[in-house]
């Protein structure tokens, strides 16, 4: 089945650092990458996504890259701010299993301020 | 999102007992999904339905079942009660494309 692996799984930064998450698959057929935040006691929610035939995509403070020959793609924060402490979750989209997500371990950002 | 809600919010049973976890939308969505959540696991998928009629097993299906009683409403049963089934539970709905998925606020189940 699908092999989907992020890393790391807790990071800790100083506010105003930047923060980088990986995520790998196996899949070389999914076709959507999304990166959800979850914080605590609350739904994971999605803050930002990228098609296939896209390489980067940002959104303020936030983006996400891809490299598909690699088979990975990961988020970017910058000037992380505390409301940033969440745990995110990459979920690719495997193409030839009905469309499915496949979500990641998590990562646990803690933010210090 | 109050488009998306689970019923209870959180539940305590015994070993053994039949319970179940309730999703309804209103959002218009075809799709709908249970996942099971534990620490350091992340979201895996236990069942999943494209419309009414269509119902698939996800990744971890043993000793769960599922209902869709409609398009706006997909229950998932566990017949019997065990504590490993103990978890958070999140229901999730998402359109035909099958991009964004909406969660629902989660249900807190603990089997003693």
């Known amino acids: 089945g699908e092999n989907v692996e992020q890393h790391p799984s807790t990071l800790s930064v100083q506010e105003g650092d930047s923060a980088v998450i990986k995520c790998t698959y196996s899949d070389s057929a999914s076709n959507y990458f999304p990166w959800y935040k979850q914080e605590l006691g609350k739904r994971p929610q999605l803050i930002i996504d990228i098609r296939s035939n896209v390489g980067e995509k940002k959104d303020q403070r936030i983006a996400v890259t891809l490299n598909k020959t690699a088979k990975h793609f990961s988020l970017h924060i910058t000037e992380t701010q505390p409301e940033d402490s969440a745990v995110y979750f990459c979920?690719?989209?495997?193409?030839?299993?009905?469309?499915?997500?496949?979500f990641g371990q998590g990562t646990e950002l803690s933010v210090k301020p | 999102d109050a488009d998306v809600t689970q019923t209870p919010r959180n539940r305590i049973t015994k070993t053994g007992k039949r319970i179940m976890l309730e999703c309804s939308q209103t959002?218009?969505?075809?799709?709908m999904y249970w996942y099971r959540q534990d620490p350091g696991l992340g979201l895996r998928l236990i069942y999943y339905?494209?419309?009414?009629?269509?119902?698939n097993k996800g990744e971890i299906s043993d000793g769960y079942s599922v209902s869709r009683q409609a398009q706006a409403k997909f229950s998932l049963s566990l017949e019997s009660a065990i504590p490993n089934q103990t978890a958070l539970y999140f229901c999730?709905?998402?359109?035909?494309?099958?991009?964004?998925?909406?969660f629902g606020p989660g249900t807190r189940l603990t089997v003693t």
């Open positions: 999730a709905t998402s359109d035909n494309r099958g991009y964004e998925q909406y």
């Open positions: 979920a690719p989209r495997i193409y030839n299993q009905g469309g499915k997500l496949i």
């Open positions: 339905s494209f419309d009414v009629k269509d119902i």
């Open positions: 959002k218009g969505h075809d799709r």
